[in-house]
């Protein structure tokens, strides 16, 4: 089971999954359309969100120094490891 943080305070969005070594982690940023992966240990899937919860844009393992440019309609941007369940995450804690 993964741990999953909704990530809403400005240090909360700032520091994401920067450092971190654990791979359990799942973290959903609301009102947020791209994201970059600068200073990352591990590769992540990374899934872009819509507002009525449908799925716009999927990145597979991702991995570290990557940017991913805004995209239009997404309103939360959904990064944990890799194959961790969309699903779950979506039903659960959007």
């Known amino acids: 089971m993964n741990r999953v943080l909704v990530c809403e305070k400005f240090w909360a969005r700032f520091k994401g999954l920067m450092f971190e070594s654990d791979n359990n982690t799942v973290l959903i940023f609301p009102r947020c359309n791209s994201i970059h992966t600068f200073f990352m240990r591990k590769p992540i899937d990374v899934y872009m969100v819509s507002m009525k919860k449908e799925i716009l844009y999927f990145y597979p393992s991702v991995k570290r120094n990557k940017?991913?440019?805004?995209?239009?309609?997404?309103?939360?941007?959904?990064?944990?490891?890799?194959g961790f369940d969309i699903d779950y995450i979506i039903d659960n804690y959007i």
């Open 67 to 82: 940017i991913i440019l805004p995209k239009k309609e997404v309103f939360f941007t959904i990064e944990g490891p890799v």
